[in-house]
């Protein structure tokens, strides 16, 4: 969703979770961009649980701070929506024409949004079309009003102006995009660790198939170290990354509920793959990229390499 003009540079902030994290790039023309700025702002916790915020007034000073550390004075923004705040669904559409297509777009919307049409923001992007021009395919989007107004408002308050609001499976496959260029027969698995979520992104080429969240995060590891070994949250943390030394039997523990954790995990991936690849007519993907703060839990890529 985009607000006013794109001619100018923006600044990414993701509002995650467990941090806000800020970058500023500088174009390069054909050689790229450049990195200017990266800065990660941890929140208190409780900021923000289950995708809502709890507490504005913290968000919006982790927001003004990062914009500090950045040292930027670039006032407008790119942010996004979690997965778990949208509905993604492709369609087919029988249209003829660009109104038609519309008018299609509308009604499968009210046929399989559970919610109100006057509380919904509703936006879409053609995939395909039809090479006699009898219709094609396109990916429908929706969220809240309010999700939309949330993310305005915390940009706001900031002193920051909201440029594009995207889908955190859509920047995540932009980045895909950008730095690994796949051939357009490749089948690649996305898996975003976040603290509270895992989001899984299933891409053919460019092209987006898939998505999924799955509520086990990064945030699963330390709270069970925290409630088994009775660890304090940052010494959790440490030792969920393999930072913090403890004494020989508690190490065989931790390694004991660290392994759990990604037992879990990587089970609910592979039921995900098992659903995807069964409506896919049988076509895995190929490779899986890792990406996200819990990714680096300890033992965690060992466990998919294992497993998948």
Known sequence: ???????????????????????????????????????????PRGSIMEGEVRSESEVVEAIQRSFQVAGTRNLRIATSLPGSSVIIKRVTLPAQDEREMTEGIRWEAEYSIPFDMSDVHLDYQVLHQDAKGKGGEAILVATKREKIAERIR??????????????????????????????????????????????????QGLELLFTRNMVVGGSYYSDFLRKELGLS?????????????????????????LQSVSDLLVLEI?????????????????????????????????SLQQKL
């Open 270 to 302: 592979e039921r995900t793959l098992d659903y995807f690849t069964a409506s896919s007519e049988g076509v895995a993907p190929q490779r899986m990229l890792l990406s996200g703060g819990g990714s680096r839990s300890r033992g965690l890529r060992r």
């Open 154 to 203: 915390l940009a706001s308050l900031a002193n920051r102006i909201p440029v594009v609001i995207d889908v955190d499976c859509f920047a995540l496959s932009n980045v895909y995009e950008y730095n690994y260029q796949p051939a357009p027969t490749e089948r690649a698995a996305l898996l975003d660790v976040s603290n509270s979520v895992t989001q899984l992104v299933v891409l």
């Open 233 to 257: 949250y940052s010494e959790a943390e440490q030792t969920k990354l393999g930072l913090n030394s403890l004494g020989e039997l508690s190490q065989r523990q931790a390694e004991t509920i």
């Open 1 to 43: 969703m985009w607000f006013g003009s794109s001619n100018s540079s923006l600044v990414g902030v993701d509002i995650g979770s467990s941090a806000i994290k800020l970058v500023d790039l500088k174009p390069l023309g054909k050689k790229g961009y450049e990195l200017v700025s990266l800065v990660l702002q941890p929140l």
